[in-house]
Nanobody, 122 residues
Framework: QVQLVESGGGLVQSGGSLRLSCAAS????????MGWFRQAPGKERELVAR???????NYADSVKGRFTISRDNAKNTVYLQMNSLKSEDTAVYYC????????????????WGQGIQVTVSS
């Protein structure tokens, strides 16, 4: 089965930086889209950034210019470099992989990580 392991979260001061990592493992043939979502207390889950297998990226307006998403296809790993962090960035961040082809399974599938806490102190 496909598993996602997230790391790199924690507590950081306003203006500081963190780098999140998400490694996918299992019987994976290909992953079309890898991305990060977040959910703050009392808020809806929202897309933060995504990247395709070809390297095309999209960012939420609130993080443009501050966050950078990247991926290592050989390692099935996606990264989120977060700079100039603000209190508003405090949330649980979730790794997502979409349009995944897997050995022994028909069609395309999506998978979610368990979530990792990012807390930005003022």
């Amino acid at each position: 089965q496909v598993q996602l392991v997230e790391s790199g979260g924690g507590l950081v001061q306003s203006g500081g930086s963190l780098r999140l990592s998400c490694a996918a493992s299992g019987s994976i043939l290909s992953i079309e889209v890898m991305g990060w979502f977040r959910q703050a207390p009392g808020k809806e889950r929202e897309l933060v950034a995504r990247i395709t297998s070809g390297g095309s990226t999209n960012y939420a307006d609130s993080v443009k210019g501050r966050f950078t998403i990247s991926r290592d296809n050989a390692k099935n790993t996606v990264y989120l470099q977060m700079n100039s962090l603000k209190s508003e960035d405090t949330a649980v961040y979730y790794c997502n992989i979409a349009r995944v082809r897997e050995l022994g399974q028909a069609g395309l599938h999506d998978h979610w990580g368990q979530g990792i806490q990012v807390t930005v102190s003022s």
